[in-house]
Structures are given as C-alpha cells and as structure tokens.
C-alpha cells in the first residue's frame, strides 16, 4: 500500500482562495517533499523538509510536518489557475529502500 | 543547464514484446531513479541507479530490468509486455548519494502503450 495518503483527492476552488493539501504517512521519514505535476507530465518539485522542521516557506506555500500525527499539509496562498494541477506527497523513509514513496495525489482545480 | 531529458516521449508495443526507454540527466548528476506512474497503482519506484550499480530496486518482476553508463545516462528494459505495463515512465535525476538528502528533478515521461 501507499505510504502517503493524501486528502482531499481532489479540490476545486475560485482564483485568489487559498487552497490546503493533507499527506499522511505511515512509518517514520527522513524527509517528506511536495511535488506538482501538470497532466500526464513529469514532476516538478516544490518543497522538501526534513523530519527535524516543522515548517517551511517557499513563496506562496507553506508546508507543515507534524511527525507526531505522521502528517503534512500544503498550503497555497492566492491561488491562479496556474496551479491547476495534481499535487503529490512523497516520503523518504528511514528504513527499508532508500526510495521516494508517493502519495496518491491531490488533483487541484483552479476557477477563473 | 538542460532538464531531465526522456526518450521516446511515446511508445506503442504490442503484448510479448520488449522496449528499451532512455534517460538523461542533468548534467553533472549521477544518481537515476526510474518510477512508473499509472492510474490504479500510483506513482511507484522501480530502481535506482549510482555510478553504475543499481542502489535500490522496488518491488516489480524480473522482466523490469536497467542500467546505467558511465556518463550516466540511464535505460530501463521490460520484456515480454503485459498490457499492464502501459503506464507513464518517469525518470529522475539527482546530484549526489544518499540521494534522500537531495530533491530529484524529473522529466517527462515516456508513456508507453501496450497493446
């Protein structure tokens, strides 16, 4: 199964609201990084924080990590269409292969 | 500096036969992951490769196979294709090992249809 599970699967919302991505993950991470990913492409990356921050800016994101709740959430501020896309988490977990797991995604819809 | 470069961006096959899809990195990275990409099973690893060796393998049968070359370029290999192969390939690149410290910058994609 997935490590990460991302909540809400999908979202809709008008341009300029602000738009928040949930990740959960199961075992322990050495780090959790946010990509995006325009339909069908390849992925772009947008954030990476270790398991040591709790928080972290990057422009208009701010991504959380609770490693107590084994959780993450996105955050994107004054949203454009241009962030239509699917957002995903993955986690670099401690044990085992040193792989990225992802989460299934979070397909984001931006309203003009 | 050049992306992540993935050929061929396309790719039709029938069942039973086998494809070879390349990867270039970025210049001057040396590790290589490969990751299939579908929409029942999600994003999922495949290999990882550094210098070379494989590093990490994830868990796929034996027909998915890859290599790396000593400028780093990467393919990977299926063989004997199951429709279920039909997925989008992504390949990664990133600068150093342990490559969990380090993001990895994709390209994108070769979406390969079996038919």
């Known amino acids: 199964s997935q490590q990460g599970e991302e909540d809400p699967q999908a979202l809709s919302i008008q341009e300029g609201e602000n738009a928040t991505m949930n990740c959960s993950y199961k075992t322990s991470i050495n780090n959790l990084q946010w990509y995006r990913q325009n339909s069908g492409r390849g992925l772009v990356h947008l954030i990476l924080?270790?398991?040591?921050?709790r928080e972290k800016h990057s422009g208009r994101l701010r991504v959380t990590l609770d490693t107590s709740k084994k959780s993450s959430s996105l955050l994107i501020t004054a949203s454009r269409a241009a962030d239509t896309a699917s957002y995903f988490c993955a986690t670099r977990i401690i044990q085992g292969a040193q792989k990225l797991v992802f989460g299934q995604g979070t397909r984001l819809t931006i309203n003009p | 500096k050049a992306g992540v470069t993935q050929t061929p961006r396309y790719l039709i096959k029938t069942r039973g036969q086998q494809v070879t899809l390349s990867c270039s990195p970025i210049?001057?990275?040396?590790?290589v992951s490969w990751y299939q990409q579908t929409p029942g099973q999600g994003l999922q690893f495949l290999f990882e490769y550094f210098s070379e060796t494989q590093r990490n393998k994830g868990n796929f049968p034996g027909r998915f196979s890859g290599r790396q070359f000593s400028n780093s370029r990467s393919e990977m290999n299926v063989s004997t294709l199951e429709l279920g192969d039909s997925a989008l390939y992504l390949c990664a690149s990133s600068l150093t090992q342990p490559v969990y410290q380090e993001t990895q910058y994709f390209g994108p994609g070769t979406r390969l249809l079996v038919l």
């Open positions: 210049s001057g990275h040396r590790s």
């Open positions: 924080i270790r398991s040591n921050e």
